[in-house]
């Protein structure tokens, strides 16, 4: 391979070298061409005093055109030295060319950090997987896999393989479903995780099982999810809660080890989910930076002001951060971060700007000088321990908009003044997160992960009374800001499964109907375990220091969960149609919805 001739002990040797040409250059009767493959480039010599025959080909030579070298490997004059690639201290110095493939002019460079519509790219995949970046990220994401797998079969650990055809079940994102042939009427899924089968293969006696999962949903798109995705699938029989966090933290530090030359301290920082949303607004935090939420509402409860006052007294919160070196920021720009906040559901944003005044003392100015007194003004200042320079920001309404406003607003002030350390690697373990939530979609109570999570032991009697106050043995992997897994300690018994599904409303006809070989499992002796599943994607875009996890998967789908190169998902024929029982409703309609990424 090229990537090879960086070992000067091969000059003098003649080599054989096939791929593509990167570009060519004529330079005074003798042709350049740079070599291209995927273990890098190198630049090959045509000079017609050597290889007549040879040198008129390399003339006729254009882009990605495919070609077979063969000539011997020269080391370059001191001053023609490319020392930017390993192979820059070497030519070769071509006897014979053979043209393999000729290529059309590409629709885009095949370069590095291409700046091009995504779209382009996604519809000339081939093309882009040619880059070298896009080519390293593959190799760092194959890389990543045999780390993964290496550490845990060192473990003791079992890969085993869960079916791709399932039944479809509720209490997660919408199923994938495939029509069922062979039994009209009737429709397989496609399996969201393997969590049921993981969990049965506890009870059939595999106490460490695990897989590099596909997992599919149909679910509404963003920046970092994909309708078909690979996680890391873990279960363990016979473990706590601390036995889980202690083995992914010896996995993810490993796999930093042998894929990044780095590693991080363990154990990972852990904390509630009640901690994690009063201090950064988010069940994901960055704990990269500070600037946290602090809660002034003991300083205002009896300010006067109507704002503060009926927030606190409906039950809501009066909280603010502070913006650090922002306190000359102009009214425009404080109006900007409201519209931030009120995205997000906030009525809207106070402010209070600290400088400097006479004689080194804090001089405060702001609108809410009409409503708060000096010393309430002051008290706010020494609470969030905001310096002179400084600007705090203040959101009052319902607990949950006021955390997730300024947690919001807390990302977009650390990026856009630049706080946020890109070369940091944080971990964060949060736990205890409800078990329960209210959806005011489905009016309803549903699983804040999946049903079969286990309760925390001394919350096990409010499932009756206070469903929405039980908190679930669950822990979520938290890097950067991003959720990179969640996991939980799973139920084993089949008198608390049914108490589940009974407070989520399922019926014991329903559970039976839809779980019954699970529950069924529970009674022959099911050992307690639990387990967790990383999402690999996105493990490999934040090792790989990418943005999407687009670039570390080789053929992935647009936000529409559309494939610009092969126009899936298309229409089928009638006879297809006929074959599975189905009949599509307006299917004149098909295609023509004037997306530009459907065919």
């Not at 000729?102 to 950090?113: A, D, L």
Request: glycine fraction near 8%; charged fraction near 25%.
């Amino acid at each position: 391979m090229v990537g090879e001739l960086a070992d000067e002990a091969l000059i003098g040797k003649t080599v054989v070298l096939a791929g593509w040409v990167g570009r060519r250059r004529d330079l005074g009767g003798l042709v350049f061409i740079d070599l291209r493959d995927r273990s890098g480039i190198v630049q090959v010599v045509f000079n017609p005093e050597t290889s007549p025959l040879a040198h008129s080909a390399a003339e006729k030579l254009g882009s990605e055109d495919v070609v077979c070298v063969s000539g011997v490997v020269v080391r370059r004059p001191p001053g023609a030295r490319n020392l930017t690639i390993p192979t820059g201290k070497v030519d070769v110095a071509a006897e014979f060319l053979e043209v393999l493939s000729k290529s059309k002019t590409p629709p885009f460079y095949i370069t590095e950090n291409l700046d091009v519509d995504e779209t382009l790219r996604l519809k000339y995949r081939y093309l882009d997987l040619r880059r070298p970046d896009m080519q390293r990220n593959m190799i760092f994401r194959h890389r990543l896999t045999m780390a993964v797998r290496n550490f845990l079969d060192s473990q003791g650990f079992v890969e085993v393989e869960t079916p791709m055809f399932i039944k479809s079940t509720p209490e997660g994102a919408r199923d994938y479903v495939v029509p069922s042939r062979v039994n009209p009427g009737r429709f397989f899924a496609l399996p969201q995780s393997p969590q049921l089968f993981k969990q049965l293969l506890m009870v059939s006696g595999f106490d460490r099982y695990f897989q590099l999962a596909r997992c599919f949903r149909d679910e509404d798109l963003r920046a970092d999810r994909q309708p078909e995705f690979t996680q890391i699938d873990i279960e363990m029989s016979f473990v706590e809660r601390d036995d889980v966090l202690t083995l992914i933290e010896a996995m993810v530090t490993d796999c930093m080890e042998k894929t990044l030359g780095t590693s991080v301290e363990k154990p990972f920082l852990r904390m509630s989910y009640a901690e994690a949303m009063e201090r950064y607004g988010s069940d994901k935090p960055d704990i990269r930076f500070g600037m946290e939420i602090i809660d002034i509402g003991d300083i205002v409860k009896n300010c006067g002001f109507r704002v503060f006052q009926g927030a606190i007294e409906a039950g809501g919160k009066v909280a603010a951060i502070v913006a650090p070196g922002c306190s000359d920021f102009s009214r425009q720009q404080i109006k900007d971060l409201e519209e931030v906040v009120k995205g997000f559901g906030a009525a809207g944003l106070m402010s209070v700007a600290v400088s400097c005044g006479g004689e080194g003392e804090q001089t405060l100015s702001s609108q809410l000088s009409k409503f708060l007194t000096e010393d309430e003004l002051r008290g706010i200042a020494k609470v969030t321990a905001a310096e002179n320079g400084d600007l705090i920001l203040i959101v009052a309404g319902a607990r949950n908009v006021v955390l997730e406003s300024l947690g919001r607003l807390r990302l977009h002030l650390g990026a856009k003044l630049d706080l946020i350390p890109q070369d940091q690697m944080a971990f964060l373990w949060v736990t205890e997160f409800p078990l329960f939530e209210f959806s005011q979609e489905e009016q309803r109570i549903v699983a804040v992960h999946h049903p079969f999570t286990s309760p925390l032991e001394e919350d096990l009697d409010l499932m009756e009374t206070d469903p929405l106050s039980v908190r679930a043995n669950i822990y979520d992997l938290v890097l950067n800001g991003v959720e990179l897994g969640s996991g939980s300690i799973r139920i084993h018994r089949r008198d608390v499964q049914e108490r589940v599904f009974r407070a989520l409303g399922l019926g014991e006809e329903e559970a039976r109907e839809k779980f019954g070989f699970l529950l069924e499992a529970f009674e022959y002796g099911a050992p307690p375990h639990g387990g967790i599943a990383i999402g690999f994607d996105r493990l490999a875009m934040l090792f790989a220091g990418r943005k999407t996890i687009r670039d570390v998967i080789a053929f992935p789908k647009t936000q529409k969960a559309v494939c610009p190169l092969t126009g899936a998902p298309g229409v089928i024929s009638e006879e297809q149609l006929n074959e599975l029982h189905i009949q599509v409703v307006d299917m004149g309609k098909i295609g023509t919805s004037g997306d530009p990424e459907l065919p």
